[in-house]
């Protein structure tokens, strides 16, 4: 199985300020196999980013993925209200696909 | 627009049995790998298990907690997929969610299911 180890657990900023989240894979995970999802209380997880850096149907462009092998990162480039939620990241390489543990984004 | 909607959940005693229904519409079923994904009170995602398209040999996987437990099926006339859930355990209390996407990553998402597990 392959274990996704995310970083920071909480990331406290203010709005307008940039976040920087990590994922890390404990073996390489081919870039086409990470996604990054959203998700809100009381909401299902929303898909941001596929193919570690390919933006979903209707994503702002205030979001980017990039990484490669281990080591992937969600960008939000400037923090809006609505951003605020917790972040997860997900590998599709092996046959057993697996969640990070998520990164909470609160406000400072 | 595609949907999902979940149904099923429902309290259940330590080593019960529970069958969850996702119905699903707006895309075609036949064709999707549809998963199963929980979420325990207050903590993060958890991947179940997934049943691909027959098309691909219906083949199933299931995360390790679960394995041996619980068993994923699919009747594409009714483009339904299904999640039997046996010998369950306090542990197993969460909200489950059915999902599928287009391609590596989930676009779709039900509204969820709470299965509670409680003596």
């Known amino acids: 199985e392959i274990v996704l180890t995310q970083s920071p657990g909480t990331l406290s900023l203010s709005p307008g300020e940039r976040a920087t989240l990590s994922c890390r894979a404990s073996?390489?995970?081919?870039?086409?196999?990470l996604a990054w999802y959203q998700q809100k209380p009381g909401q299902a997880p929303r898909l941001l980013i596929f193919?570690?850096?390919s933006r979903a149907t209707g994503i702002s462009d205030r979001f980017s993925g990039s990484g490669s092998g281990t080591d992937f990162t969600l960008t939000i480039s400037r923090l809006e209200p609505e951003d605020f939620a917790v972040y997860y990241c997900?590998?599709?390489?092996?046959?057993?696909?697996?969640f990070g543990q998520g990164t909470k984004v609160e406000v400072k | 627009e595609e949907q999902l909607v979940e149904s099923g959940g429902d309290l259940v005693k330590p080593g019960g049995s529970l069958r969850l229904s996702c119905a699903a519409s707006?895309?075609?079923?036949?064709?999707?790998?549809m998963s199963w994904v929980r979420q325990a009170p207050g903590k993060g995602l958890e991947w179940v298990g997934r049943?691909?398209?027959?098309?691909?040999?219906?083949?199933?996987d299931y995360a390790a907690p679960v394995k041996g437990r619980f068993t994923i099926s699919r009747d594409d006339s009714k483009d339904t997929v299904y999640l039997q859930m046996n010998s369950l355990k306090i542990e197993d209390t969460a909200v489950y969610y059915c999902?599928?996407?287009?391609?590596?990553?989930?676009?779709?998402w039900g509204q969820g299911t709470l299965v509670t597990v409680s003596s």
């Open positions: 999902t599928t996407g287009h391609g590596w990553g989930f676009d779709f």
């Open positions: 707006g895309f075609t079923f036949s064709n999707a790998w």
């Open positions: 049943v691909k398209s027959k098309a691909v040999g219906e083949t199933r």
């Open positions: 073996q390489s995970v081919g870039s086409t196999y």
């Open positions: 193919g570690a850096s």
């Open positions: 997900q590998q599709f390489d092996s046959s057993l696909w697996t």
